[in-house]
């Protein structure tokens, strides 16, 4: 079974505007971390923003936030106003135990792409 | 201060040949990831270290990949001999490994874009 799941290979949004990238994650350690990372046309992997299973409130960083449903183990990466600079892939990471030394399981990402 | 570096940031070869890309992890980072990317396949995790000793080498493809970590600072991941279907884009990522706190980024370095002709 897919630790991690993204739905969407695809997706547009407007400039300015707001987009969900949605994720979901499949599993039974009870502490695990969330990560999102962008990887623009240019290659290079960027850490964005982190979730941790036993944290309260969800995530922010700037304009980017984490909508985390834990129950329905869902984690979607939610960026306001969007900006041309934001088109670029999308992945979303699991890390399962409590240790930060252990690997990260990648999804298959999706593809965002801006209009003007 | 100095992200991964990863060297070279191309390679181009002819299968049959030996291909060494090259590893320095962020300074003070303890664990170590190689991963390779493709269009079929995505980001796939080869092998990672954790204070030098390599801790999960099942993504390692087969015997013709080997990776070492001979010190804190410097990692190889080496294929010999290269085959066509290597060809890909190679990221190594480090992070600071601490018990009990998972919220430890990975970064990444540059990748190297690796043509086996």
Known sequence: AQKITQTQPGMFVQEKEAVTLDCTYDTSDPSYGLFWYKQPSSGEMIFLIYQGSYDQQNATEGRYSLNFQKARKSANLVISASQLGDSAMYFCAMREGADSSYKLIFGSGTRLLVRP | ?117
């Open chain 2, 1 to 117: 201060d100095a992200g991964v570096i990863q060297s070279p940031r191309h390679e181009v070869t002819e299968m049959g040949q030996e291909v060494t890309l090259r590893c320095k992890p962020i300074s003070g980072h303890n664990s170590l990831f190689w991963y390779r990317q493709t269009m079929m396949r995505g980001l796939e995790l080869l092998i990672y270290f954790n204070n030098n000793v390599p801790i999960d080498d099942s993504g390692m493809p087969e015997d013709r990949f080997s990776a070492k970590m001979p010190n804190a600072s410097f990692s190889t991941l080496k294929i010999q001999p290269s085959e066509p279907r290597d060809s890909a884009v190679y990221f190594c990522a480090s992070s600071l490994g601490r018990d009990g706190r998972t919220n430890q980024p990975q970064h990444f370095g540059d990748g190297t874009r690796l043509s086996i002709l």
